[in-house]
């Protein structure tokens, strides 16, 4: 299902001031990609996300989602199409603390047409997800990963068209968030959309598109390998680990000159 923005704005009033979040974004994202959205604290990228996940409209602008002109829909509108077409994944999970793995995954069919089955279909998304050891564990049961496996299943058990992702590796240790991340890479190689908001360089390395966004509005827009920031990341990153490269081999070199050294003595003293 495809995305197209045009000329996006979102103001919020607070008192007699106005907080211009965005300002005339111009979008489109075609079936099958991975985006990264990425900005700093204030850019907007949440404030898009909320919009283009039909949890906020916009002041003005246009957007449609596939044929669906979603802008101007009511509330009740907003919600059918968001638990038809739209999957989401944040970074605390948002998991029912007293409810099963299983149950967890079950619950956004609660509010679908698509009861029918909800057991098996939840199952199958566990399943999906590297967890079908663990659908009877409840979240304190669970690792950071785990938990956040559980949230993917939950934002598939629909078959969304669109899976959104804010931040879902910030609570996860490094070694987790590339398991998380490998994950999301295999769902894209298997059809799915993928629209990832993140501040982390490494974790937006992941998608093959990036949108940097700066006070409301996109300043860029590049396939990964042709992100000027981004390459310039991976460059600092190789130096970076040469050096380190350069260091252990100098540290074991000096060791292994002292260890020679000893023996050298210890052999000298014994004749």
């Known amino acids: ?64 989602l596939g ?14 199409v968001r638990n038809r077409e739209i999957g989401f994944v944040f970074q605390s999970f948002e998991l029912l603390g007293r409810a099963t793995a299983l149950k967890n995954v079950m619950l956004p069919m609660l509010y679908s047409a698509q009861w029918w089955g909800a057991r098996k279909r939840a199952k199958d998304a566990l399943a999906s997800v590297g967890l079908a050891e663990r659908m009877g564990h409840k979240p304190n049961q669970l690792s950071g990963g785990q938990k956040q496996r559980v949230a993917i299943a939950r934002a598939l058990v629909n078959k969304p068209r669109i899976l959104l992702a804010d931040e879902p590796t910030g609570a996860l240790d490094s070694k987790t968030s590339e398991d998380i991340m ?43 390998d042709k992100d000027p920031v981004h390459q310039d990341y991976i460059q600092r990153a190789l130096e970076h680990a040469q050096r380190m490269a350069d260091d252990n081999a100098q540290t074991q070199s000096k060791s292994a000159a002292s260890l020679a050294a000893v023996s050298a003595s210890l052999a000298g003293g014994a004749s």
């Open 1 to 64: 299902m495809s995305i197209r923005i045009r000329n996006l704005a979102k103001v919020y009033r607070m008192g007699t001031e106005e907080v211009h979040a965005l300002r005339g974004v111009d979008l489109d994202i075609g079936d099958n990609e991975f985006v990264a959205i990425m900005g700093a604290s204030g850019s907007g990228k949440s404030t898009l996300m909320n919009i283009v996940g039909c949890l906020d409209r916009p002041t003005s602008g246009t957007y449609e």
């Open 67 to 80: 044929d669906i002109r979603v802008e101007k829909m009511s509330a009740t509108k907003l919600a059918s």
């Open 182 to 224: 490998a994950l999301f890479r295999e769902l894209h190689n298997k059809g799915q959309t993928v629209i990832l908001v993140t501040h982390e360089e490494d974790i937006a390395g992941y998608a093959n598109r990036i949108i940097r966004l700066r006070d409301g509005r996109i300043v860029s827009d590049y396939p990964t």
